[in-house]
C-alpha cells in the first residue's frame, strides 16, 4: 500500500468527485475531458504531471485529481496540527485520500474526525519523537548507524543498523536517555550514499587502482578512453561499468553509471563548468580547450585530424592531434572547441610545465560504438 507522510508537506488539491465533475461540465460545454485535464496539468510546474503519470502509473485526470486531492489534505492536516498541540502525534495518507491523524489524548478524537480525518490513538507525541530524535543525533552518528527517522504510522523512532550491531546501538540509545519502548531497529540491507552529478574532466576510479577523467556526459553513463578500462571493468566515483571499451586500434569506452547523474557540462577548473551544446568538428588550426582531473583546464590549436599513434599497446588511428598539453590522470578527460564536444584524451608527450602534444579520441565515434547520444546542456 502506498502511504505519503504528509509532516510539513505542502504538494498540491479539490477532490476526486469535484475534479470529475468539472470534467463532466466542460465536456458538457464542449471541451473533452481529456482536454480539460490537459488545461488543468498546464497549472502545475513543468513535468510534474507527467512524471506522475510515468511513475505512478496514472492518466493526466488521475493524476491531476491526486494533487488536488493532496492538497486539501494537506490543509486539514495542518490546521489540526496547529489546533491539537502537544496531543499532536503526526499524519499521514493511507491510499489516495483517507488522512489519518494520531492523538495522545483521546478527547481530541472527535475533533479529528469532524475535520474530515481518522483519529488513531497513539503514546508518543510527534514534539517528543521529534526531541528524541535530536537526542539521538550525537549517539547515532558512528557507522553502525545507517539512518534513523521518525515512523508517524508505528508511533517511533525507526533506527536502521548493519548486521550485528544492533546491542552497541541498544547502549547508546539508552545512552542518550531515550525510552527504549519509542524505538524499533531494522537491519539495514545497503549503505546509502551520495547521489553526485558526472561532468567531464572530473575524475573517477577504475577497480580501485587507476584513475581517469570523465570525457562526456551521454545517455545512461559517460565516454571516456578506452585503455582506461576493459569491458567488465568496474568505476568509482563516480560508480559503474565499463559496457563499451576499445583499445588499441580506437581508444574510447563507455561508462554506465548506478544512480549518479550524468549532466552534459565539462568542468573548467576554475570555479564553474563549460556548457556541452552539440559535437560539431572543428577545423584545422581551430582553438580547442582540455579538462582533465590531473592537469585542469588547458588550451591550444588542433594541428592534425585523422592522426595515428603507435602507443607500446599498439597502434589507435583517427586521432585529432594538438599542442594541448596534458599529464597521467587527464586520460579520458574532454576536448571543447567552445560548446562543442571534439574528443577524449588518448595520450600524448611532454607535459603541461614544459609543453606538450596531446592526441584525442573523437567522441563521434565512441557514441556510435556505444549506441548512446550526447548529453547536452
Known amino acids: 500500500m502506498r502511504r505519503t507522510s504528509l509532516r510539513g508537506l505542502a504538494v498540491a488539491t479539490a477532490t476526486v468527485g469535484l475534479f470529475a465533475g468539472t470534467i463532466n461540465a466542460v465536456a458538457a460545454a464542449g471541451q473533452s475531458a481529456a482536454e480539460t485535464a490537459e488545461t488543468a496539468a498546464a497549472g502545475y510546474a513543468p513535468g510534474l504531471v507527467a512524471a506522475m503519470e510515468r511513475d505512478l502509473n496514472l492518466t493526466t485526470a488521475e493524476a491531476v485529481a491526486q494533487i488536488d486531492v493532496q492538497e486539501t489534505l494537506a490543509g486539514t492536516q495542518r490546521s489540526l496540527e496547529k489546533s491539537l498541540g502537544a496531543s499532536y502525534g503526526g499524519a499521514w495518507v493511507d491510499g489516495a485520500d483517507t488522512l489519518h491523524v494520531a492523538v495522545t489524548d483521546a478527547a481530541e478524537a472527535a475533533d479529528v474526525r469532524a475535520a474530515g480525518a481518522v483519529p488513531v490513538a497513539v503514546d508518543n507525541s510527534l514534539e517528543a519523537l521529534d526531541a528524541w530524535t535530536a537526542d539521538l543525533d550525537g549517539a547515532l552518528s558512528g557507522s553502525d548507524v545507517t539512518s534513523y527517522h521518525v515512523d508517524v504510522e508505528t508511533n517511533e523512532i525507526v533506527v536502521d543498523v548493519v548486521d550485528g550491531a544492533a546491542a552497541d546501538v541498544q547502549a547508546a540509545v539508552a545512552e542518550a536517555g531515550v525510552p527504549a519502548s519509542a524505538v524499533t531497529l531494522t537491519e539495514a540491507t545497503e549503505r546509502p550514499r551520495t547521489f553526485a552529478d558526472v561532468i567531464g574532466g572530473e575524475a573517477y576510479f577504475i577497480d580501485d587502482t587507476a584513475r581517469c577523467s570523465v570525457g562526456f556526459a551521454v545517455t545512461g553513463g559517460f565516454v571516456s578512453a578506452g585503455h582506461c578500462g576493459s569491458v567488465g571493468s ?44 552539440g559535437s560539431s568538428p572543428a577545423a584545422v588550426g581551430a582553438t580547442v580547450c582540455r ?87
Open 234 to 277: 568496474t568505476a568509482s566515483e563516480p560508480s559503474g561499468t565499463f559496457e563499451v571499451s576499445e583499445f588499441p586500434g580506437s581508444d574510447y569506452s563507455y561508462v554506465s553509471v548506478d544512480s549518479d547523474t550524468p549532466v552534459g557540462v565539462v568542468d573548467d577548473y576554475a570555479g564553474g563548468t563549460v556548457a556541452v551544446e
Open 291 to 377: 579538462s582533465g582531473s590531473t592537469t585542469g583546464w588547458h588550451c591550444g590549436t588542433i594541428e592534425a585530424l585523422n592522426a595515428t599513434v603507435n602507443y607500446a599497446e599498439g597502434s589507435v588511428s583517427g586521432l585529432i592531434q594538438t599542442d594541448v598539453c596534458a599529464e597521467p590522470g587527464d586520460s579520458g578527460g574532454s576536448l571543447l572547441a567552445g560548446s562543442q564536444a571534439q574528443g577524449m584524451t588518448s595520450g600524448g608527450s611532454g607535459n603541461c610545465s614544459s609543453g606538450g602534444q596531446t592526441f584525442f579520441q573523437p567522441v563521434g565515434e565512441a557514441l556510435t560504438a556505444a549506441g548512446v547520444s550526447l548529453l547536452t546542456n
